[in-house]
Structure formats: C-alpha cells, structure tokens
C-alpha cells in the first residue's frame, strides 16, 4: 500500500505540476497590458452579443472597434470593458447593444446554464475578481467544475499560443469578440411565427443582466466614458420583438439616463438579414455606411439623437 | 453518478481510503462500507429507485433460502417461479410495459378493433435489467443445487449492488463473485495498478473515442437522408465504434475499480472486432450477457443436444431475446434476429468453435485468410448495428437504402463534425493499441511490459491529457438504458 501510494503521489504530483504551470502561464498571459490594447484611433468600441458583432462592419467605420461576443451576455461584457477600458485612454464612447432580447429572461441561462458556462467561463475566468467568480460559481458551481480540466487547457493552451508564441491580442484572434460578417440568408426559410413568441411577453427580468448592465453603465461614468445603448437592426418578425413594452420599462426605470441610438426600423430588405436577429454582411455593409455617416454628421453630439436618427432614415431610404 | 464524472472522481478516493485504512481489519466492515457506498453511489441517480434495489435484492434472497430449504420439488419450484415472476413482472412493467401495450393496439387496430391500454409514464431504474440478471441467476444456480444460499443479508445485496457492476454490468454470477464477498481480500500492488490503469485505458475510450464519436454519428443518423451514401457509411462506422468504446469502456472502468477492492469481476469484452466469425464475435462482445443466455436460456431450452433443428430454434430465440433485453423496440429484436441469421452457416456447418483463441496470436501480423474474414465479419456487425441505432425500424431502412446509392462512391462529407479527422486518426490510435494489447485483458495492459517506468509514464500523461481536453459535459454511458 505504502508503494502505491508513493508511486500515486509521485505521479500526481508532476501531472499537478504541468497542469499548473499552464495555467499560471495561460492565466497570467490574459492579465498582461499588451493583451487588451485596441489601435489608438478608435475612439469608439461597440459591445455586445452577436447582433452587434454581425451590424458592425469596422472596416467601413473606421474608428470604431467592434467586440460583440456571440452569446455574451452583460456579465461577461463588464469583465471584458473592465480590461479595455484602463488600457485605452483613447475611447471615448461605448456603443452598448440594448435589444429586447436583452429584457428577457434567456440571458439569465446565456449567462449560467452548462452549455454557455461551458464556452465562456474558462474563457473569462482570467479576467475575474473574487466577487464575480463569487457570484458565477453561486450559480452553477457543478458544470464550472466539469468544464475546468477540458475547456481550461483548451483555452489557456491557447492564451499561451496565441500571447507568448505569437504575439497577438484581442483584436486578431477575436477570442473576445470582433466584427464577424455573416454569409447566410435564412430569413426566407423562417415563417412568420410571431404567434408562438407571444409566450416571451411575460413580466420576468433577468436581474443579474441588469445588474451587470447598471455596473457597465456605472464603470464607464467613472472612466469618463460617454456610453450610449444601441439598437441595431433586426427583422420585423425577430422573436424578442414582441416584448417591446417590457423592453421600453426596463429602460425607462432603470436607464433612464442612458441615451439610445434606436435603428431598429432601419431600412433593410429580407436578404440583408442573416436570420431574423442579425444582419448578414450585405446588410452590415449597408448599414455601416449608413451609421458612418451619422457619426460624420454629429451623431454622438447631437443633442436630440432619436429624431436626427429617424429623420436620416426617412430622408435615405423613403 | 457516472464513472467519468468528478463526483465519481471524489467519490473513489474517499472510499477506497475508507476501505484500505479505515475498515481494513475486519470483513464485515469492508462489505458495509462497500454496500453504503453502493447504495449512495445508486441513489445519486435516484433515491426513490433505491427501494425497488432493495426489495429486489431481499426477495432474491429470502426466496433463495426457501429454495435450499424445501424439501419438495414443487415447494422449491414455486419459491423459483415466485423470484423470477416478481423480478421479471418489474422488468416487464417498468421496460416493457408501454412497448406490450402499443404493439397490442396496434394489431388490434390492424383488425378494425380500436383499443387503449394507455402507458405508464414511468422513468426506467437505472441497471434495472443487470441487477434482475444477478438475483435470477441467484436463485436459479440454487434450484439446480450449484451454490448454496449466502446466509449473510450484507454480503448478499453486495453480491447485487457492488457500485463497479450495479448500472450497466458485468452481469455477475453468484459462484464468481460471492465466494469472493465472503473472503478477507488483501491488498496487492501490482493489481491495484493494473486496476488505475484499466480505468485510464476505459476513460480515454469512453471520453475520447466513445463521446465524440456519439455526436459524429448523431449528425448523420438525425439528418441522414441528406447526407451521400459515403458519408452513411461513415455514420454508421462511427456508431460501431461508439458502442463498442461506449460499452467496453464502461467495463474496463467497471474491472478497473473492482480490482482496487481486491475484487477481480468477470471479463465483458474481449476484442469483438477483430473476429473471425460471429461466433466468435459473440463470444467477445458482451461476455457476461451471452454467457448468461447461454447458461439459463439456450441450455435449459435444450441446448445443441436434441438435433440441428432444436439448436436453430434455440439459436433463434437467444439471439431474439437479447435484442429484446437491450431495448423495448423493433429494431432490438431485428438487430437480435439479424446476428442469429449471421451465426446460423457456424451453427449449421459446425463451425462455431473454429475460432477460439485470438486473431494471430504470438504473431504480429493476420494472415490473409484472417484479415478477409475479421473484415466479412466487422462488415456484416456495423450492418446490424444500423438496427440498433435507429430510432425505428421505418427509420434503420431509410437509412441503409441511403447507402445504396451513386453517392456511395463520393468523398464522406464532414459537415458539422468538427475535428472529425483528429478523431478518426484517435480512433485508429486505440485500434492499434487494442491490436497491441489483445493478447492481454484490456488494450492498454501491454504497457506493463515496458521496462522503463519513464516510458510507461509517458504514455499514462499522453492519454490523461487527451482525456483532459476532450473531457467536459458528462454523456451518458449507452447501457445505462437497458
């Protein structure tokens, strides 16, 4: 017994060994200053989940970075702002996707359920403080603990690939996010099912979403960062669509200071739309050059957005 | 609790320390412990089931005892057709019941008669079919005076409930493993070792090999009438492989553990594919299940001794209760039906026993003749296996008349598999060591051989690495559902 136990601790002890040593170096490589550093024009991010990682065409907008994450829901945006933010004194405004889906209480399961805890949290773990890693491990400890040992080598392997071996940060690997122009057009294939999303109409707000977007909110005012909610657009029969008056409660009661930048009646033709909430990359061209040229009129200083932003819409496409 | 779940990997550890240290000195606390283990390590899944367990077990063994003790034929008939009616009428109303009921309206309907028996909306008891198999072979080994009833309550629902064995097998016999209950059992290194090892080798087949597998062949089979009759192919190549890592590696796991009790459990799989014959096939695959047929059904029914078409008949209903045993559907039973098909030319030629020792042994390479026939022989097993995966019989049809067509002759397409290469190149990587090892119990058991430590070393972080990045949601093991 005594020698299966040696030979046992032995063994672990070194298997102990390299598992550390990657992730110390795969943890560490996250935390460095180089990592997070976006070009020194871009004086506008844009976060979000995959709506506005599919509007957002930054090669049209030239000083604007976009790092909408697919499936990123407010929790994991805040850890990544927290990064950005402190490295690049060179952003002054936030454009922040606010969108029905947003008020519903799917991002709750987006944010804690095994199958996204799965992909985001060894992704985001680096960027925690003991209050958030807290808070995600009082939500699903079990399916954290499950996908440590794959997802962590899998992502913190890559960290140490992609920072010390290869030098890149978070705008060539998209790792956290980057504009992403989307090929297909499913719109067609979709009937108009809006009758069977009425069910999505109920009362119920995902709290820790809101929580986490007030903390954005709260991050940027103390950074003197100017944040502004944006809408892109999304097809008439998009599913969340039908919660529009929950929608505009939760920003009225909680928001109410944050301006938002409304283009969900933007012009766009069913081939411009990837499926009903994202626009593929014809529409993200169309509405990049549009969005482009608000920012060249004055957009983020006008004083009454909502109405320069319907009277541009009117004036180009009716 | 699953065996590749880190509840398991806690688990273990603690019970293996309570066994070793804690409870060392004295039998009857290390069966205690081992029962109480196993009852938590069942109720994880459901507590509630816990108490069909234990009923079950108390009935085989009360009616056990009156077994031995009737002095009449009739009494001790009645007491084996009471254990067996009540086991077999939990198994019936809790596996088959629904399937009875609608293959019933069915025909009924057939005849214009419109009936309803309704269905029971009940969940299957995990390892319900295995620990039926334990307690049935119990009291029938009684009834024909090859054992004699275990008077210990503990060491008996030991016998039925030891956690390694209890979900999905192997399906234990009470002259192999109660004898062992019943003995002080002492630590041995080198089996503990082969114990760890056994489990790394049935983790990296199940993790690696049996899980992503699964989701290849998933794709296929749920979207297969869009998929070229190549790529059906592939399908259904990597279910073969799935259900045989699947399984195989739950057993290895299963052995493995039992081997860090002291206790050695009967061998379930003995490489399969590299068969013959099916014959050989079915002396391979499923050990402790063919066995079992063989002893309480094929036997009792008459066996090989009353004339070729006795030993057809026979052959027939083994092979067709089997597939029933898997599963309450149609494609079980044609699955079943189509394997006696395959071993009837072995049964009427006689040549059933031609093949018994492996594939080439003490040499490295097969002969011709040898590759020719273990290729017949996989080829015809991933046909059949077609039956037992399709979701219905409408379904397995669809899908082999996929396979026959032009597109046979194009490229597999890999659409939505990701890193199904990395995986097909795995795949081979452990049919190679299988090939290795299958002189020994399990493949990776050569490593044993090597001289060096630092090489054996190497080869046991290789495969926890791999197993560490393919790891992550726990999937089900496939038998859990029989």
Not at chain 1, 76 to 92: F, V
Not at chain 2, 118 to 144: A, C, Q
Not at chain 2, 315 to 340: D, E, P, Q
Not at chain 2, 441 to 459: E, I, N, P
Request: charged share 15%; with cysteine.
């Amino acid at each position: 017994m005594k020698k299966l136990l040696f030979s046992f601790s032995y063994f672990t002890a070194i298997l102990g060994l390299i598992i550390l040593v990657v992730f110390y170096l795969g943890y560490s490589s996250l935390n460095n200053s180089r990592y997070f550093k976006i070009s020194t024009d871009s004086k506008i991010l844009v976060l979000g989940h995959s709506h506005p990682e599919c509007a957002f065409n930054n090669r049209i907008i030239l000083n604007l970075t976009n790092l909408g994450k697919s499936g990123e829901t407010y929790f994991y945006t805040y850890l990544k702002l927290k990064k950005i933010l402190p490295q690049n004194k060179q952003i002054k405004f936030v454009l922040l996707e606010f969108e029905n889906s947003e008020v519903d209480t799917v991002m709750n399961s987006w944010t804690w359920d095994d199958s996204h805890i799965y992909h985001m949290f060894p992704r985001y773990f680096p960027l925690m403080d003991k209050s958030d890693l807290k808070f995600i491990l009082s939500k699903n400890s079990k399916a954290i603990f499950n996908c440590l040992p794959r997802n962590f080598i899998n992502e913190f392997g890559f960290n140490i690939y992609s920072n010390y071996l290869k030098k890149k940060g978070i705008i060539s690997n998209k790792r956290f996010g980057g504009y992403n122009g989307l090929k297909r057009n499913k719109v067609d294939t979709i009937t108009n099912n809006s009758s069977k999303y009425k069910s999505l109409n109920n009362n119920a707000i995902p709290f820790c979403n809101v929580f986490y977007l007030q903390k954005i909110v709260n991050f940027c005012n103390s950074n003197k960062v100017k944040i502004f909610f944006i809408r892109s657009p999304f097809h008439r029969n998009y599913k969340y669509a039908v919660n529009e008056s929950k929608y505009n409660m939760v920003k009225k009661k909680y928001f109410s200071r944050v301006e938002l930048l409304d283009f969900k009646d933007f012009h766009l033709s069913s081939t411009d739309y990837g499926d009903l909430g994202h626009l593929n990359y014809s529409g993200s061209n169309k509405f990049s050059i549009f969005f482009n040229k608000l920012l060249n009129l004055g957009l983020l200083d006008k004083v009454d957005k909502a109405t320069f932003i319907k009277n541009e819409i009117h004036k180009n496409y009716y | 609790m699953l065996f590749n779940s880190i509840d398991f990997l806690i688990f273990l550890p603690i019970v293996f320390f309570l066994y070793w240290f804690v409870a060392n000195k004295n039998l009857k606390y290390q069966n205690l412990l081992l029962l109480a283990s196993s009852y938590y390590f069942y109720s994880c899944w459901d507590w509630r089931f816990l108490f069909l367990l234990i009923f079950s077990t108390q009935l085989d063994y009360y009616t056990g005892i009156k077994i031995f003790n009737s002095t009449r034929r009739t009494n001790k008939k009645i007491w084996l057709w009471i254990s067996v009616g009540v086991n077999l009428g939990f198994l019936g109303v809790f596996k088959y019941y629904n399937f009875f009921a609608e293959s019933f309206e069915q025909a009924m309907s057939l005849l214009g008669i419109k009936t309803s028996l309704g269905s029971l909306k009940v969940i299957l008891p995990v390892g319900i079919s295995f620990y039926t198999f334990h307690g049935l072979s119990y009291v029938i080994d009684i009834y024909y005076d090859r054992i004699k009833p275990e008077r210990n309550f503990i060491n008996y629902s030991l016998f039925v409930s030891f956690f390694p064995l209890l979900v999905a097998g192997p399906i234990e016999r009470a002259t192999h493993l109660l004898p062992q209950i019943v003995k002080k059992r002492d630590f041995n290194y080198r089996n503990a070792v082969d114990g760890l090892r056994q489990i790394l080798w049935g983790l990296f087949k199940k993790i690696v090999i049996a899980n992503n597998c699964a989701e290849f062949a998933d794709t296929i089979f749920n979207n297969n009438s869009h998929q070229s009759g190549s790529t059906i192919i592939l399908g259904a190549l990597f279910f073969t492989y799935q259900i045989y890592c699947d399984f195989s590696g739950y057993s290895d796991i299963a052995l493995g553990t039992a081997k860090l009790f002291g206790i050695d459990l009967l061998r379930n799989f003995s490489y399969p594919y590299f068969s013959r014959d099916i014959a050989e096939f079915w002396r391979r695959w499923h050990i402790s299940l063919s066995s079992w047929f063989k002893d309480y059904l094929y036997i009792p029914l008459g066996g090989s001794k009353g004339g070729m078409w006795l030993k057809i008949r026979n052959t027939f209903i083994i092979f067709i209760v089997s597939g029933f045993w898997h599963g309450a559907n149609w494609t079980f039973i044609i699955w079943g039906l189509l394997n006696a098909i395959y071993i009837m030319p072995s049964i009427i030629f006689n040549t059933n026993r031609n093949n018994i020792e492996i594939v080439a042994k003490g040499n490295f390479f097969p002969n011709f003749r040898e590759i020719i026939s273990i290729g017949i022989t996989f080829t015809v097993t991933v046909f059949a296996w077609i039956f037992f995966r399709a979701s219905n019989v409408t379904n397995a049809f669809l899908y082999i008349k996929e396979i026959f067509s032009y597109s046979i002759l194009s490229l597999p397409k890999f659409e939505g598999m990701k890193n199904s290469y990395v995986i097909l190149l795995l795949t081979f990587i452990m049919f190679f060591i299988e090939w290795f090892g299958r002189e020994y119990q399990y493949g990776l058991a050569f490593v044993s051989k090597f001289k060096h430590r630092k090489m054996r070393w190497f080869m046991y972080y290789l495969l926890i690495f791999i197993i560490i990045y393919y790891s992550g949601k726990e999937q089900q093991f496939i038998y859990f559902q029989f």
